[in-house]
């Protein structure tokens, strides 16, 4: 069944991807410092979200992907209120590259 679901990418012991996250922020532009949001505060929030996920196997050592798998698809869906939270919902598109050529992406409508 894992083979019909998941093609190439099956494997019972799981596999990796070193995953690329893009995010666009919106906001009011502030004419003195030139920006619609602080940098450092977006560059805190999306490592303080992505901290708890490094370097695990995500459907056996977190609990967001106790009950679902961790694809792209649910991977960008669980990180979106992650960021969003931390950057007082001002989070308009959250990408997410697994490689080259897939990305997943999720944006405010």
Do not use: M
């Amino acid at each position: 069944e894992n083979a019909k679901l998941y093609g190439k990418c099956n494997n019972p012991l799981g596999h990796g991807h070193r995953y690329l996250t893009e995010t666009t922020v919106g906001g009011e532009y502030d004419e003195r410092s030139g920006t619609l949001y602080d940098f450092l505060a977006l560059r805190n929030a999306i490592k303080e979200s992505l901290q708890p996920w490094q370097d695990r196997h995500l459907d056996l050592e977190t609990e967001e992907f106790r009950e679902s798998p961790s694809t792209g698809e649910n991977i960008v869906r669980a990180l979106w209120p992650k960021i969003d939270n931390r950057l007082n919902h001002q989070l308009v598109r959250l990408r997410l590259w697994e490689t080259i050529n897939n990305r997943f992406t999720l944006r405010r409508l």
